[in-house]
């Protein structure tokens, strides 16, 4: 078949994955190939039993694979034979050196521009998918531009804003495609050939562009401003504690008003998820890079305002279990960092497993999605931990219930039978708010919800 794009993608994760496998499926004359160096990733991705849960993009690979979607490890090939090359390698914090706990670690942003630039015959565009610090686009084209055989490279930064659990809604009815180029002839040129991409299925009102550092730094505020909304509920929720309100009603009021908007606003054990810290903590690093370091503190005590929340949560457990939890059991409800993902990146139900252990606490992890990622993330504290995928097993014989992940499942559980299955008395700690509070309490349990009045019959 004589495909009209041929379209590269490097890094087949979480994005590369879902938003190579839409584009694939709205645009059946592109040819889209995903590559990655993690051959058993590109394995699933070839397989029934693909790497990432999505609801809804097994059918989307599903009906493209084969036919215009390919998954790969051939990433030379890839290169050489693409028009344009999205880069949705990981960025995740530096863990040394310079910037160690703060910046962006570009190191396998930098090995795959370089693979570019030694692979290539044609020029290309190439887009940048992953998150990045602002004015990353000229390092990569300074490193591309270092080729003497006349081949170009034309670097644009179209940012992904897709949320796990709900990537696929996301990419196919997007608030926005954000799309930053040069103003240039060859940058304008670049960014009208994605523009062209994304009408597929985009209206073109939706579709934004605007100047490349302006969309690298888009993509970081973005993340900013919405994990900054939970750490201004969660720090409201502990000020509820103290004071007898009701942090969904607060929440309900405050958000009514048009201007602030009521979406975003649930109190929780905190925000997890691989990107809101990183991203945060690169912001920081940059605004401490110019100086800025007012700016720098602002948005530092969001991902404070977080700890803060998740450390809160299990003193609240210690204080209200008679303070000790040593050979207790205690069932964790969830572990993945959000409803609908089996990812656990970041998830508070890590760290707050990691204190509950400190305090010598015997936990059960049960969740639909994310056992296999939770026992790598617990593997060093075997066999204090065990793991089960039914919440009845998890809860039988234990103190306490802590919910950590907003999962539909756990809301119509049979609580009676669970209950009588407990140790008594039996509490149970929501970091979602999504139980039926009263309904628990008259069960028997002691109820704890976040930024809510306590239930408890002690
Ligand atoms: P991920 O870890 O799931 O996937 C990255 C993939 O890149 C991995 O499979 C890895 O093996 C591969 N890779 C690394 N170096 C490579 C190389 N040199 N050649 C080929 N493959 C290579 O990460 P992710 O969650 O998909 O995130 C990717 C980027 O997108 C990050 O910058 C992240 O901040 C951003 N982002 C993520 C999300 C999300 O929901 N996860 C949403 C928006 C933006
Ligand atoms: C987030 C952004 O929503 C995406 O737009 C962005 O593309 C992505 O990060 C990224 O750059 O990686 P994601 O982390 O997948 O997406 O999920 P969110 O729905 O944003 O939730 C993040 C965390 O905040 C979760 O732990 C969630 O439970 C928590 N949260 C969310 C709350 O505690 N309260 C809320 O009201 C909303």
Redesign the pocket.
Known sequence: MNYSKHILC????????PTMAMIAYKCPRYRVTV????PA?ILQWQSDDL??YEPGLDDIVRSARGKNLFFSTD?ETGIREADIIFV?????TKSFGVGAGMA?DLQ??E??AR?ILNVSTTSKIIVE????PVKTAKAMERILSSTTNGVHFEVVSN??????GS?VRDLENPDRVLIGSRQTPGGLSARDELVEIYANWVPPDKILTVDIWSSELS?LVA?AFLAQRISSINAISSLCEKTDADITQVARAVGMDTRIGNRFLNASVGFG???FK??ILNLVYICRYYGLNEVADYWEHVTRINDFQKERFVTNMLNVMFNTLAGKRIAMFGFAFKADTG?T?ESPAIYIAKRLLEEQAELVISDPRAIDNARDDLKDYLPRVSFTPDPYVAAAKSHAIALMTEWDDYRYLDYESIHRSMIKPAFIFDGRNVLDHRRLFEIGFNVYPVGKPVLTHL
């Open positions: 490097i890094g087949a994760g979480y994005v590369g994955g590559v990655d160096i993690n990733r790497p990432i990433i949705s390698v990981n960025t995740p962006a396998y942003w090995k795959t693979q998918k992953s998150t990045l940012p992904e804003f897709l949320a796990e990537a993509k993340n998820g691989s990107c990183k991203d990812d990146r």
